[in-house]
């Protein structure tokens, strides 16, 4: 077969090999809204469970063992969610560093002490590759406005990247509120690269007030409920 017969088979649009062809015939608007309902909703059950499971009185028996067992979701989820992801994406680097970040991901589940840091590593760099994809390629072309957009992208792999480091003792342990603060940033520069309208606004300034307004009254129960929430304390066994 010629060349131009190869370049007529597959076709001019990279979409159509490799991870995206085993995309199923879904707008990727769909299955862009179902990871985002795949990482937020296991993590915001988790999250929900640890600030409960610590009030006063406590769960009744039934929740604390379905917690128990469906916890994984929240790691199963975000995983899973970078896969359809890597389906979508137009990049080929970024469909690899999504599947990179996807897959190993998964691999946090083992049962191994040591399983959770060949899996922070490739999550690491599967999310540093797209950061450095969107950053790289709109720089070279002078597009400023596809590197605003990536700013979410980029401060989240630095803030993961030092986290994970700090907690496996590869940077001093004092360094994981910095990259707390800068995976914060991250979820606070969002509006940056999705937009806004009215309703998004108002209702984003609606809850920055209310959540003032409870930290303000409740300083203490606030702190506890980031501490607890955010996974920097256990939750009690009892």
């Known amino acids: 077969m010629s060349g131009r017969g190869v370049e007529d088979a597959v076709g001019s649009n990279p979409r159509s090999s490799g991870v995206a062809a085993l995309r199923p015939r879904t707008p990727d608007g769909v299955l862009r809204t179902l990871a ?19 009030v006063p009185g406590g769960l009744p028996a039934g929740v604390t063992t379905l917690a128990a067992d469906w916890s994984a979701l929240a ?3 975000p995983a899973f969610a970078g896969l359809l992801l890597a389906a979508t994406a137009d990049s080929g680097v970024e469909r ?3 599947a990179f970040a996807g897959g190993f991901g998964v691999l946090a589940l083992g049962t191994a002490t040591a399983a959770w840091q060949p899996a922070a590593i490739g999550v690491s760099v599967g999310v540093a590759v797209v950061a450095a994809d ?14 605003r957009r990536a700013a979410p992208v980029g401060f989240a792999a630095v803030g993961v990247a030092t986290s994970l480091a700090a907690a496996a003792g590869v940077w001093p ?8 603060g800068v995976a914060l940033a991250a979820v606070g520069v969002v509006p940056l690269a999705v937009g806004w309208d009215r ?21 203490y129960v606030a702190g506890a409920v980031l501490l607890v929430g955010g996974g920097v304390v256990g939750v009690g066994a009892g």
């Open 134 to 147: 969107r950053f790289v390629a709109p720089g070279r072309k002078r597009e400023w406005n596809g590197v």
């Open 199 to 219: 309703i998004s606004a108002l209702a984003g300034i609606t809850a920055g007030l209310a959540t003032f307004g409870i930290v303000a009254s409740a300083p």
């Open 36 to 54: 985002g309902v795949l990482a937020v909703v296991p993590l915001a059950a988790v999250t929900a469970y640890r600030v409960g499971h610590n």
């Open 96 to 98: 690899v560093g999504l």
């Open 173 to 180: 342990a004092t360094l994981r509120p910095l990259g707390s």
């Open 75 to 77: 790691v199963v989820g």
